[in-house]
């Protein structure tokens, strides 16, 4: 399932997110965090998702980051090159729609083999301040995470948001998909 949690500026919903977050944990969930950041007006390129991994590769082993990672090892490393351990992997020469579908079926394989093991709470906030990296790879778990046991919980500040704000227009796609709420 996902989740939107919208709020103004202190209005709670980190300290909601954080109750959630141990409700989870107690309940045998695995929990991943990761928050946008305002840094210039892209953001920063895959900010949370970074971040989530980064906790991940903290909490886990290096066995058990192998076998996570899988063979998605080197497009995953693109994000966080401690992932795979290694620093000798082929720069890419250019962006490209492929390699843009590798690391987004990446990133998915890991978010699925993760809640094989026990159901996922997957946490992103700060979605005003989000690049376009980061709804695309998003709008990709929301739309390819049917029967996974992974909740996504994805929060925002209504009150940042104006009338030409980049996340209204993805706000409004993801609410067609119907797996919303």
């Known amino acids: ?23 989870a ?8 965090r990761g928050a946008c950041v305002n840094i210039g007006a892209a ?14 590769h903290r909490d886990s082993s290096p066995e058990e980051m ?6 998605s090892g080197p497009d995953l490393a693109r994000l966080l090159p401690s992932l795979v ?11 490209s729609q ?6 987004l079926e990446a990133i998915l394989g ?13 946490v992103v906030e700060d979605l005003h301040w989000a690049d376009p990296g980061t709804r695309e790879t998003l709008t990709y778990l929301v739309r390819n995470l049917r029967t996974d046991a992974t909740t996504l919980l994805l929060t925002f500040r209504s009150d940042e948001l104006h009338r030409r704000h980049p996340l209204l227009p993805w706000l409004a796609e993801l609410e067609r998909t119907g797996r919303v709420d």
């Open 43 to 56: 953001g920063v390129p895959y900010g949370p998702i970074v971040e989530a991994l980064r906790e991940l």
């Open 1 to 23: 399932s996902t989740l939107l949690l919208a709020g103004e500026a202190g209005v709670g919903k980190s300290r909601l997110v954080e109750e959630a977050m141990r409700m």
């Open 98 to 103: 492929w390699l843009q579908t590798r690391l």
């Open 25 to 32: 944990r107690d309940r045998g969930m695995q929990v991943l």
């Open 66 to 71: 192998e076998a996570l990672v899988g063979p």
């Open 110 to 122: 890991l978010i699925q083999r993760l809640a094989g093991g026990a159901p996922l709470l997957l």
């Open 85 to 95: 351990g290694r620093s000798d992997l082929p720069e890419p020469t250019a962006q």
